[in-house]
């Protein structure tokens, strides 16, 4: 039975991995993203750090995983705070967010993280390659 759980969880990742598209599609100007994350159980106890790196041909997929275990449906979606920050074409966000999963054995707040999500763009293509008005002239 868990068992099945278990890979009906993993089946719904790859769906929603699979609707989110990929970076590149989604977000064309963005070269990569690094999310740095520090796991909290409860509000303070560290329970690990972890950093992601995203790849423009990873998916645009940021919801990460509560790693309590029993924790049903829960974990931290960092989407809405990525897209934000590319539409406004900044390049890092600090910010925490609490689990909002449930089991019979986990209270409210049974986790939260610390994030810092570090984007990087595309580089313009460079002006140097115009042909360069001295040398037209000649
Ligand atoms: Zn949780």
């Given at each position: 039975m868990i068992r099945q759980n278990h890979f009906a969880k993993l089946e719904q990742i790859k769906k929603n991995k699979l609707a989110a598209g990929l970076l590149r599609d989604r977000?064309?100007?963005?070269?990569g993203i690094v999310i740095q994350m520090t796991y909290y159980h409860?509000?303070?106890?560290?329970?690990m750090e972890r950093t992601v790196n995203f790849c423009p041909s990873d998916y645009a997929y940021f919801n990460m995983a509560c790693?309590?275990?029993?924790?049903?449906?829960g974990g931290f979606d960092l989407s809405s705070v990525i897209r934000n920050l590319v539409k406004k074409g900044g390049k890092s966000a600090k910010g925490e967010i609490c689990c909002e999963g449930h089991s019979p054995d986990l209270g409210e707040g049974h986790a939260s993280i610390a994030y810092k999500v570090s984007i990087s763009y595309a580089h313009k293509?460079?002006?140097?390659l115009k042909k360069s008005p001295q040398l037209t002239s000649f």
């Open positions: 977000f064309p100007k963005v070269s409860g509000s303070h106890q560290t329970l790693m309590t275990r029993g924790c049903e449906n293509r460079s002006p140097g």
